[in-house]
């Protein structure tokens, strides 16, 4: 079945930019998500990329999408400590509605 | 509008107790899930709804049992709740079956669920 795979743990210095790698199975997939969870909280949506985009921008956040190496990436610019969450990878599209989450990477950042 | 809401926010339940996680939404949204998160695990679904009297089993269902009888309501039953299900809960809705960005899903705050 479909998969989205995520490393679990990343550590930033305050003020440095965090990079957020997912790599997924679905090659038909048509939406990809980044989901942010704080703690003692449910997701809520970050950001989103079609499918047939490479690159997309908001504010300090820019999502990377290369389909041939079916890779996603979430940067995030200028790190601040209000960061620090679960940052969940997620696609649908194809012949399923329904999400595929990855296992969430625990973002931790120190001063 | 409230969103999506459950209740408890958190339970403790003696093994082979049983009892029923509730989740209401009010934003008219057809499709409902549940999703239990487990440390390393990342989200699971459970259970899921794509409107009122239909639903339908998830990755883990084993355990549980749940059922559509409103648009705004779908509650999950632990029939007789067994350590393993030890988890966080989390119910969520969207507005149509489709995937996309309008169609983001809204998740509640989470039921943590202890059983002892």
């Known amino acids: 079945g479909e998969d989205v795979e995520q490393s679990l743990f990343l550590s930033v210095r305050e003020g440095d930019s965090s990079v957020i790698n997912c790599t997924y199975t679905?090659?038909?997939?048509?939406?990809l998500y980044w989901y942010k969870q704080e703690p003692g909280a449910g997701l809520q949506l970050l950001t989103y990329?079609?499918?047939?985009?490479d690159m997309k921008q908001d504010q300090r956040l820019t999502v990377l999408l290369n389909k041939k190496d079916k890779h996603l990436s979430l940067r995030i610019a200028d790190t601040q400590t209000g960061d620090s969450a679960i940052y969940f990878c997620?696609?649908?599209?194809?012949?399923?509605?329904?999400?595929?989450f990855g296992r969430g990477t625990s973002l931790i950042v120190h001063p | 509008n409230a969103g999506v809401t459950q209740t408890p926010k958190f339970q403790v339940l003696k093994t082979g107790q049983s009892m029923t996680l509730q989740c209401a939404q009010d934003?008219?949204?057809?499709?409902m899930s549940w999703y239990r998160q487990d440390p390393g695990m990342g989200l699971r679904l459970i259970h899921y709804?794509?409107?009122?009297?239909?639903?339908d089993q998830g990755e883990v269902p084993n355990g549980y049992n749940v059922s559509r009888s409103t648009t705004e309501d779908f509650p999950l039953r632990l029939l007789s709740a067994a350590p393993s299900q030890t988890s966080v809960y989390f119910c969520?809705?969207?507005?149509?079956?489709?995937?996309?960005?309008?169609?983001?899903?809204?998740f509640g705050p989470g039921t943590r669920l202890t059983v002892l």
């Open positions: 969520a809705s969207s507005y149509t079956r489709t995937g996309g960005p309008y169609n983001e899903q809204f």
């Open positions: 679905d090659s038909s997939s048509t939406y």
């Open positions: 990329i079609f499918s047939n985009m």
């Open positions: 997620a696609e649908s599209g194809g012949g399923s509605y329904i999400p595929t």
């Open positions: 934003m008219n949204h057809e499709y």
């Open positions: 709804s794509v409107g009122a009297g239909i639903t």
